[in-house]
């Protein structure tokens, strides 16, 4: 499934769409967005020590973060009578996780979600682990639940790799979606091999790139410890809050607003052409737990 050819005005609205970016992530809002009359929650939890000296992530740290996201996110005390109201024991799971080495999603945080799932009543056979195999992938082939995590970046193409993003390897030719800076990801999340099983999302904050100079760059010296994650069930309020708080590390890096380049659009157009989730963060009900320092946002 290719993205659909746009007409004049659609693009039109885009590129004002696309102008409007910074404004949208930096002041109050413009009113771009689908209406909605109920807020979509995200929680953003932190802790100061779920990185030891060398960066690494503590596993037990990141079992609590998690635990605390999802409860709050779902309001139960319980982990484990939360996970119960995403997965079924019948359901088959699959963990859309992200491999980039310079930055791929934690071990750790992949075992807690492993972990929980389990409780939840799924036997280990019927879970897996998969990024860019998941095409080829038995379980993700068959599977009727996905959770779905990844942690954030800047990206050449699209403005910034984030949870929407993360399921471009769902598709056969993943190029096909670049053109316009990949306006057009949330289609992806309409395929029969995603279409309605994402159960959650989780944008890892740990230690985001904030800045990046073409494809595949890389560098410590534009991430930073921010030890957080954002967790919500709508994927496009998610990457839209993790858009803000890596707007603001760019203002405070740079000294002066520095919107991401190219702008992540896509975002925008979930929410306003393909109606994927909401972007206004005034009809986002962010709960913030945890650390509290240099939050941000």
């Not at 949208?24 to 809002?29: M, N, R």
């Not at 944008?203 to 595949?216: E, N």
Request: glycine share 6%.
């Amino acid at each position: 499934m290719k993205p659909k050819v746009r007409t004049r005005r659609e693009f039109l609205k885009d590129t004002t769409t696309a102008a409007l970016a910074g404004a949208l992530y930096l002041s109050t809002p413009v009113e771009l967005f689908a209406q909605s009359k109920k807020k979509t929650r995200v929680v953003l939890v932190r802790n100061k020590d779920v990185l030891d000296s060398l960066n690494k992530s503590r596993e037990e740290v990141v079992q609590q973060m998690l635990d605390e996201a999802v409860t709050t996110l779902l309001d139960e005390k319980d982990p484990i009578l939360a996970w119960r109201k995403l997965i079924t024991p019948a359901d088959i799971v699959g963990i859309k996780s992200n491999e980039w080495q310079p930055l791929c999603t934690p071990l750790e945080l992949e075992r807690a979600i492993e972990s929980r799932i389990i409780d939840a009543g799924v036997p280990q056979k019927n879970i897996g682990i998969n990024d860019r195999g998941v095409r080829n992938d038995p379980l993700f082939l068959k599977s009727t639940a996905l959770i779905n995590v990844r942690p954030m970046r800047t990206h050449h193409w699209s403005g910034v790799g984030s949870v929407i993003k993360n399921y471009i390897v769902f598709v056969e030719e993943p190029h096909t979606y670049h053109p316009d800076t990949c306006a057009d990801l949330a289609s992806i999340w309409e395929l029969p091999l995603v279409k309605g099983k994402t159960r959650l999302n989780i944008l890892v904050l740990f230690t985001p790139l904030f800045q990046g100079a073409g494809p595949h760059h890389f560098s410590p010296k534009y991430t930073w410890s921010y030890k957080g994650m954002l967790v919500g069930l709508d994927p496009v309020a998610v990457d839209s809050t993790g858009v803000r708080i890596l707007t603001a590390k760019r203002k405070e890096f740079f000294g002066e607003e520095r919107p991401l380049n190219p702008p992540p659009k896509h975002i925008f157009l979930a929410d306003t052409r393909h109606h994927l989730g909401t972007a206004d963060p005034k009809k986002i009900d962010l709960i913030k737990i945890g650390w509290k320092e240099d939050i941000l946002i």
